[in-house]
């Protein structure tokens, strides 16, 4: 009477979307959990660039939720639309000023070049969001019997993300079901940590760090620092593919810092570019988002410190500026960070970076977020290291920068942050769904929860 499936994560880390349905086959209701796009390997599994369809029933969807605006877990919204679905978008407010910022370009990219179109598929995206504080429950519906009602928590992922609680009801049974969307890591900075659940009786959780645990912050800060000092020593560039939402910004945030802390001629020669418009137009939403921020982010700011918006920062807007700058960085050697999407290689303008400045033992490569199975960054991150090669646009291309790796800027909880989430809940879920990880993630994971008594542990597949 009350059932949960999944419509993608379950064999990957991408693709997010979970179905909570109430009420008896004939007359059931049910929303939607994201609604977002495969990428890497998960890809040509029903909503790839290829296949864009809807490959699920969606008439008794009467609402979806998103918890976070990253384009794994909104991407299909267009697709939703046109496949019919007529209800309201409910999301936190700082997710309500995002998403159509981040559909806006993953329909440039993957839709349509048609202007005219996007601005209509936008003008409908605006019309059905609902923007919902964080703790405030929000009803859905409630009908012959059955009702549904949400509640967003704060989940630390990113600004404006969300687990979504859910209170659902069919005659005199009542179940709360918690969906954790991207939990964050806690000392990640700028954003307060989730807190657990009062009340999981299920529980559909994310895996991506399912089998191991971040650095702590200052052993990541560190390594940061020793990296772009590196960098500043024999002038080469230090190219970090990132995701326009969270990592950019938390990246920004933990630079800013280092140049205060360390200062001097070494780091005031420094220059950071973010090649990306996308990016920099959510580095100023979450600028304006101040009342969002944690208590150390709020302390700078109290001090006249400006984390996101400091004097070394340069912005490039212009596909003409950012072909410039790929050239001159590659012949100048100017000690420089660049910051440019996409986060795992697999398009956008870091790969003209990366086909540029690879072959040149000068450069440096840092990851700071999850590369998923099968995109240009896993394989820089596999071969680099050993003298690789990595296959861009269709060609090899040598591996000599260096490549380096620092955890904990993922943005994503890590497995004892998961653990802890869990257990923090009063009484353990009777249920508990490990879902978007790799499968060695969710075993992993899912031996952690095994001490549980009572509660089943399922990894569910489609
Ligand atoms: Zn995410």
Redesign the pocket.
């Known amino acids: 009477m009350i059932s949960i499936s999944h419509h993608g994560a379950t064999s990957g880390v991408t693709g997010s979307c979970h179905e909570l349905a109430v009420g008896h086959a004939a007359e059931k209701n049910g929303i939607l959990i994201d609604c977002g796009l495969f990428q890497g390997q998960d890809e040509g599994r029903g909503a790839s660039a290829s296949d864009l369809s809807i490959d699920f029933p969606i008439d008794h969807i009467r609402a979806l939720v998103v ?2 605006v ?1 384009i ?2 909104v991407g299909r919204i267009p697709y939703l639309l046109a496949a019919g679905f007529d209800g309201p978008i409910i999301c936190s407010e700082p997710s309500a000023i995002m998403l159509p910022e981040i559909l806006e370009d993953a329909l440039k990219i993957g839709f349509t070049r048609d202007r005219q179109l996007i601005d209509r598929v936008l003008g409908v995206i605006r019309s059905r969001l609902v923007p919902v504080p964080y703790g405030k429950w929000h009803p859905v519906f409630d009908e012959d019997g059955c009702s549904l009602s949400v509640r967003l928590q704060r989940a630390g ?2 600004l404006g ?1 969300a687990y979504v609680e859910c209170d659902a009801r069919v005659a005199d049974v009542e179940e709360c079901i918690v969906f954790s ?2 939990l964050g890591a806690p000392h990640a900075p700028l954003l307060p940590p989730p807190q657990s659940p009062e009340r999981a009786d299920r529980l559909v959780i994310e895996s991506t760090y399912g089998d191991k645990d971040h650095e702590d912050r200052e052993t990541r800060r560190y390594r940061l620092k020793a990296v772009l000092e590196h960098s500043l020593e024999d002038d080469g560039t230090v190219l970090v593919p990132a995701f326009s939402i ?1 990592r950019t910004q938390e990246l920004l945030y933990e630079i800013e810092g280092l140049i205060n802390e360390f200062g001097g001629e070494l780091w005031s020669n420094l220059e950071i570019v973010v090649d990306s418009p996308l990016a920099a137009e959510f580095t100023r939403i979450y600028r304006d988002l101040k009342p969002y921020w944690d208590a150390e982010a709020t302390d700078l700011v109290r001090q006249g410190r400006h984390p996101l918006s400091f004097e070394q920062l340069t912005v490039i807007n212009s596909h003409e500026d950012h072909l410039n700058a790929v050239d001159y960085l590659a012949r100048s050697h100017r000690p420089c960070v660049v910051l440019a999407g996409s986060g795992m290689c697999a398009g956008g303008r870091v790969v003209n970076y990366l086909k540029a400045m690879l072959g040149d033992k000068r450069n440096d490569v840092l990851f700071v977020g999850y590369q998923a199975a099968g995109t240009p960054g896993r394989d820089i991150l596999t071969y680099g290291p050993r003298g690789g090669w990595v296959e861009l646009d269709g060609e090899r291309y040598d591996i000599r920068a260096r490549v380096h790796q620092v955890g904990g800027y993922s ?2 909880a890590g497995q004892s942050d998961l653990v802890a989430f869990v257990s923090g809940i009063p009484v353990p879920p009777r249920e508990i769904r490990i879902v978007h990880g790799d499968p060695g993630a969710k075993l992993a994971l899912k031996r952690c929860f095994q001490s549980l008594t009572g509660t089943d542990i399922i990894i569910p597949s489609e």
């Open positions: 918890t976070h990253h794994d877990h992922h990113i993300s969307g991207d969270g943005a994503h």
